[in-house]
């Protein structure tokens, strides 16, 4: 094993981690690391955890260090219901992915009449995700599948080290999903995940995490999961 100077930065530290859900126990005992650089994928049945997880990750990478390092504004965040405002266009939608990275000038120019440079860049992002044709069209009268494509571009056009994406192919036929998951990982040094797709967690991830009434069943690096393992985090 490597020495910790050897191994990439420390993101987070989580130990012995407690978080609730709808006043709920949704974590509990979570003791967790992980580095730069690692694509992980968090997998277990519906109401495992694996959204307050992601949430969890996600409020601690606004916060200033502490013990770990911080990812303030270098994290984006792929919301399992889209978060979209559908009563805007999808370039609008996109575009709100950098609303904290510009003054409120800037960003009400552009959101009224966006500079071409602004326009060419969401224009590319979209192309690869054969959403161009939506590029103004209100995300209220979009398909699942589109409206979790427009979520994907936002965070796509926020950029940044880390992305956090709570299940972001559900609504994705396999074959589109698959270019998806390529796109993401091209764009994101850091990603952590859920996925309910087993071939796609063992293709894309390196770690896998199974989680189990909120707690951690295994954490392990992809090619030592079994399907032993799987069956047992799915069918107890």
């Known amino acids: 094993m490597k020495s910790d100077k050897l191994q990439n930065p420390l993101l987070f530290d989580l130990v012995d981690e407690r978080a609730d859900y709808q006043n709920k126990v ?9 580095r730069q650089g690692e694509k992980i994928a968090l997998m277990g049945p519906s109401g495992a955890g694996k959204t307050t997880l992601l949430r969890l ?4 990478s606004q916060l200033p ?9 270098e994290v984006a965040y792929v919301d399992q219901h889209y978060a979209l405002v559908s009563q805007l266009s999808v370039l609008h939608n996109v575009y709100m992915g950098r609303l904290d ?19 060419t860049e969401i224009e590319l992002i979209l192309t690869d995700l054969n959403m161009e044709q939506q590029i103004n069209q209100t ?15 936002r965070a796509m056009y926020k950029g940044g080290n880390l992305l956090l ?35 796609f967690a063992m293709k894309y991830a390196q770690r896998i995490i199974g989680l189990r009434q ?11 999961v079994t399907l032993t393992m799987l069956d047992t985090l799915y069918n107890p």
């Open 101 to 119: 990275r510009n003054s409120t000038f800037f960003n009400l120019r552009n959101l009224i009449r966006p500079q071409k440079t602004v326009l």
């Open 214 to 224: 909120g707690e951690i069943l295994f954490d392990q690096p992809t090619p030592h």
């Open 65 to 73: 260090l502490n013990g770990y390092q911080n990812v303030l504004n």
């Open 139 to 153: 995300t209220g009268t979009l398909s699942g599948g589109q409206k979790q494509r427009t979520a994907i571009a």
């Open 57 to 60: 990750l996600y409020e601690r």
């Open 165 to 199: 994406a709570d299940e972001p192919i559900s609504s994705i036929d396999v074959q589109q999903a698959g270019a998806i998951l390529d796109l993401l990982c091209q764009n994101a040094e850091t990603i952590v995940m859920s996925l309910h797709n087993v071939d």
């Open 26 to 34: 949704a974590l509990k005992r979570i003791t967790l690391k992980i």
